[in-house]
């Protein structure tokens, strides 16, 4: 089968090219995203293989049906940049990958909380300059605090786990949660969440419901001082809202992997450029404010399963049953 790859990098390329029995497929690795302006790129190809900020609203989709493609493999869990309902009408099947380490974005938000606390990114700076003055450098026992986690569902509990080991009162929040919270954990609906958590960290998916969940008017619930964590996605929270709270000081500290706007930023080397996002140039001059980029995800073991259950997914197409968990369709609505 004839398979192309968008937004690919050097390290994936590898990975698989190592995999792909290439007497079976002929594949080609593209480095620009999906966009309108790129799928022209698409020619004779049967699948194409995207990654998070690939673009697939119904234009793109139908110029992809145009051209022969009959099947879009995922290789990311979130499919909030697809247009399902445009794929189904097409004829156009989507594939993702609904777990390949739900641990490595729990231990990113993690590394964020801690950094963003105890300043270990800050500190870092000043001992290579021999500054080992302690001033700023003040953090917070996370012991005993409380933190409030926004989606429980694979990355939400191990979330919940990591911080009940480390002490703290966890509170969830989940509309759409099947199973009863484990011992020590309490359900809570988002406003008291809000108002009482000296941690927030999002772990919802992004839809029309959860677009902006957090505005002007959460950050006006909670606690002064709150720390803010997403490692979900960038449209989760309204960033002009987050400057506004930052500014204010009612939001202490901000750690973010995701941006909604981060499309045109995240994933390449803008080290020499002029960065033309005000808003995200504005949210990086804050020193309470720590931003990686979409980076959560990025370990060896979930990218192994990246690759695996992709090509897992290719076989299935093409014996004609793509691994049903796999499958993405207009009626499945995330975290539903
Ligand atoms: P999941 O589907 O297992 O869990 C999502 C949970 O959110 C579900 O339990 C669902 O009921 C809940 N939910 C839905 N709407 C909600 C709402 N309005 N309020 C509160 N909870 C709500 O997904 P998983 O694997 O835990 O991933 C969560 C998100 O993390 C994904 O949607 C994706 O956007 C993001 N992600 C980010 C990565 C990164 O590298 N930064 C990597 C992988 C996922």
Request: aromatic letters at 8%.
């Amino acid at each position: 089968m004839r398979l192309l790859f968008f937004s690919t990098k050097s390290y994936e390329q590898a990975l698989f090219t190592e995999q792909l029995d290439s007497s079976r497929h002929s594949f080609t690795f593209l480095e620009p995203r999906l966009t309108l302006e790129t799928v022209p790129l698409v020619t004779e190809a049967e699948a194409v293989c995207v990654f998070v900020n690939d673009e697939l609203n119904e234009k793109v989709l139908a110029e992809l049906a145009e051209r022969g493609v009959r099947l879009v493999l995922l290789r990311c869990a979130g499919f909030n940049q697809v247009d399902l309902v445009a794929a189904e009408r097409l004829g156009l099947q989507v594939a993702r990958v609904p777990e390949y380490s739900p641990h490595a974005v729990a231990e990113h938000t993690l590394a964020l909380m801690l950094s963003l606390n105890r300043r270990t990114h800050r500190a870092y700076l000043r001992t290579r300059e021999f500054n080992f003055n302690l001033a700023g450098l003040m953090g917070f026992d996370l012991y005993g605090k409380r933190v409030g986690i926004v989606g429980f569902g694979k990355i939400g509990c191990c979330v919940a786990r990591i911080m009940q080991g480390l002490g703290c009162d966890v509170r969830v929040h989940d509309p759409f949660a099947a199973e009863p919270a484990p011992e020590g954990i309490r359900f809570s609906e988002l406003a008291p969440l809000l108002e009482t958590s000296d941690v927030i960290t999002l772990h919802c998916p992004l839809n029309p419901d959860t677009h902006h969940l957090i505005d002007g008017a959460a950050f006006a619930q909670m606690k002064p001082g709150v720390m803010l964590i997403n490692t979900s996605r960038g449209g989760l929270v309204d960033a002009k809202a987050a400057i506004a709270a930052l500014k204010s000081g009612k939001l202490g500290y901000l750690g973010l992997d995701v941006y909604e706007e981060e499309a045109d930023l995240f994933f390449q080397d803008l080290s020499d450029r002029v960065i033309p996002d005000d808003v995200f140039a504005r949210l990086m001059t804050f020193p309470n404010v720590l931003i990686t980029a979409h980076q959560a995800f990025f370990t060896r073991e979930a990218m192994a399963r990246i690759v695996s259950t992709t090509l897992a997914n290719l076989d299935g197409f093409e014996r004609g049953a793509v691994p049903q968990e796999n499958l993405v369709t207009a009626c499945r609505r995330q975290g539903s």
